[in-house]
């Protein structure tokens, strides 16, 4: 998927100055629920236009928010709006992305945030497995992504949606990514489903780009541009209705110790002192700031970059 410069403009037009995703700063809200980052360090996997980054650090306290994404534009308006507004590199980071393997080292942040983003990734797998890879022990998984119903992925309406907007997308449902993570090792997991929220605001959306709206978006994007934007909403919200399109924000946390220690009959003084002083450790090539601990720790591997 490809975002113009004005297709990026007609959803900011649709969602909010800086976002990407639907919902806005009420739905980051409900996303971060329960989920404190005041003073953390955060990474944005699937940054977009870094509406989300600037609210991370502004309303939430992050320390430090590093964003990613695979395109070049969204990466360099992030960048380019976070300096204009007064944001510094140390609060607010921006690197351009491939896909595949996130080039971070273990443990290098307490959280990860991303919405809207994995179900363009289709091996969800691995995807989690190095978010978990990059979370610190303790760090926390935080976000949203389109779900689906069992079989939301054969179903003509979300076809007929997706051929229309020309979108690759992966489903999974909610138990399958809820068993995958905690497969993967996170505990606490909460998936919790948007979907009655989404019906509501798919219809504001029709209402926003429809009636006599229609000829105000056209007037801003091009008759084009409100034509097909019509289309891909009403399309969406047959697929929303019909319970297969369903928007969910998920949770879940990288245990402080290894299930392996969790087993061991008593933990020993040597091994928590170290993994203590493991957790607070920092990595220079993760632009993190004091310096790599792992020599001195069997917990987190050895930064290799
Ligand atoms: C729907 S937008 C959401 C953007 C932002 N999270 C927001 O809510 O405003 C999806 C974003 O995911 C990015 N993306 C897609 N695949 C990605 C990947 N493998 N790694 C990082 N970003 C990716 C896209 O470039 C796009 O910016």
């Not at 980052?37 to 996997?45: A, E, H, P, Q, S």
Request: proline share 3%.
């Amino acid at each position: 998927m490809s975002y113009s410069d004005q297709f990026v403009r007609g959803l900011e037009w649709l969602w909010g100055e800086g976002f990407l995703s639907p919902g806005g700063p009420a739905e980051i809200q409900q996303v971060l629920q329960g989920t404190d980052v005041r003073g953390k360090r955060v990474l944005d996997l699937g940054c977009g236009i870094g509406g989300i980054d600037r609210l991370l650090v502004s309303q939430y306290g992050a320390s430090k928010v590093v964003g990613i994404d695979v395109e070049d534009q969204l990466i360099t308006r992030a960048a380019k709006d976070a300096e204009l507004i007064g944001y510094s590199s140390e609060q607010i980071e921006y690197r351009l992305a491939t896909p595949g393997r996130l080039e971070f080292c273990d443990g290098s942040f307490e959280v990860v945030f991303t919405r809207d983003v994995i179900v363009h990734i289709e091996d969800k797998r691995k995807i989690y497995q190095d978010i978990f890879r990059i979370l610190r022990s303790g760090g926390i998984l935080v976000g949203g992504d389109w779900l689906g119903s069992d079989g939301a992925g054969q179903s003509e309406r979300v076809k007929e949606w997706l051929d229309f907007a020309k979108v690759d997308f992966y489903f999974w449902t909610s138990s399958e990514m809820e068993e995958l993570l905690i497969e993967t090792g996170f505990e606490s997991v909460r998936m919790t489903d948007r979907n009655q929220w989404y019906k509501r605001a798919v219809r504001d959306e029709i209402a926003t780009v429809s009636g006599n709206n229609q000829g105000r978006f056209a007037e801003l994007f091009g008759e084009e541009m409100a034509n097909a934007r019509l289309r891909s909403s009403t399309l969406k919200m047959k697929a929303v209705d019909a319970g297969e399109l369903r928007p969910t924000n998920f949770r879940g946390r990288k245990p402080w110790f290894p299930a392996v220690v969790s087993r061991l009959p008593q933990i020993s003084t040597t091994i928590l002192p170290t993994c203590f002083f493991a957790t607070k450790s920092f990595c220079a090539s993760c632009s993190r700031s004091s310096g790599n601990t792992a020599a001195n720790s069997g917990w987190i591997s050895a930064c290799s970059t």
